[in-house]
Structure formats: structure tokens, C-alpha cells
């Protein structure tokens, strides 16, 4: 049975709270796909996330590479990393291109935009994201928990 929460974001400040909420739920092998229409903010969520989880880096858009790995110290203090995927360029229902093996990884949260974008990804996929840009820049945020 999948659980769905729906958040109706009115700033950034929200917004970026709102993925720091959800980092907080996060744990190793979490693999979260994230939907929403170009500018809607995915890679801005990814970002809040990774500065909650620790990363020290600077969070980029892997467009052009598919993805990117940060590494951070865990909860138990074992080096953790975070694998961002952006699937934006990959022909529809391509295969996956060197990251699936940090999916469902025991050292690994990896997050997925434009997942729709990558064949038989479903199956490690453990929340969905969809952002939904509202007037005045407000969003829709609906996070499901997959079963």
C-alpha cells in the first residue's frame, strides 16, 4: 500500500524546508524519483536534501553527465554517498547508464529526475516525487512512499 503526503508550498524558503523535512525520512538504499515539469524546482529539492544529509560540496545539475556522486558522512559515521541522477537527456525508456548500481546500494540514497526516462527503473524506485508549479511560484509537492 503506498502512503501519499501532499504539501502546498507557498515560498522557496517552504520549498527547501519541505525537502529537508523529507531528507530527514531518507535511508541508505532510498532510491526517489522526481517528477515535475522543467524549472519546477527538482534539482533545487535535491540540493536542500543533500545540505541536510551532510554533503559539503556544491550540488550540481548533472544534465549533460546523467549523474553525479557526493559523498557524505553517515549517521554512523561511515563515508554515505548521494547519487543525482537527471535522466532529462536519455531517450524515453533508455536503460540506465552506469548509476543502477548505487540504486537500492547499502552505501547509497540515489534520487532520480525525469525517472519516466529510464526502463525498469519502477522497480527500485521507493518514493515518488511530483512538484507542480501554482501561480505566484507556489508549488504542489506530493511525496508517495512506495511499497
Avoid at 560540496?57 to 554517498?81: E, H, I, M, R
Wanted: charged share 20%; net charge positive; aromatic share 8%.
Amino acid at each position: 500500500m503506498t502512503h501519499a503526503v501532499t504539501h502546498n508550498i507557498k515560498s522557496l524558503g517552504e520549498f527547501k524546508k519541505c525537502a529537508q523535512a523529507f531528507a530527514s525520512t531518507l535511508k541508505i538504499g532510498d532510491v526517489v524519483g522526481l517528477s515535475g515539469p522543467l524549472g519546477s524546482g527538482k534539482t533545487t529539492f535535491i540540493q536542500s536534501v543533500a545540505k541536510k544529509l551532510g554533503v559539503a560540496s556544491a550540488v550540481t545539475s548533472p544534465t549533460f553527465v546523467v549523474f553525479k556522486l557526493y559523498q557524505y558522512a553517515g549517521s554512523n559515521g561511515l563515508a554515505q554517498w548521494l547519487c543525482h541522477v537527471d535522466a532529462y537527456r536519455l531517450d524515453r525508456q533508455e536503460e540506465a547508464v552506469g548509476f543502477e548500481e548505487y540504486c537500492g546500494n547499502d552505501g547509497a540514497i540515489c534520487m532520480i529526475e525525469w525517472p519516466e526516462n529510464i526502463l525498469h527503473i519502477d522497480q527500485y524506485i521507493t518514493h515518488k516525487i511530483s512538484i507542480e508549479v501554482q501561480k505566484n511560484n507556489a508549488r504542489i509537492v506530493r511525496i508517495t512512499k512506495m511499497p
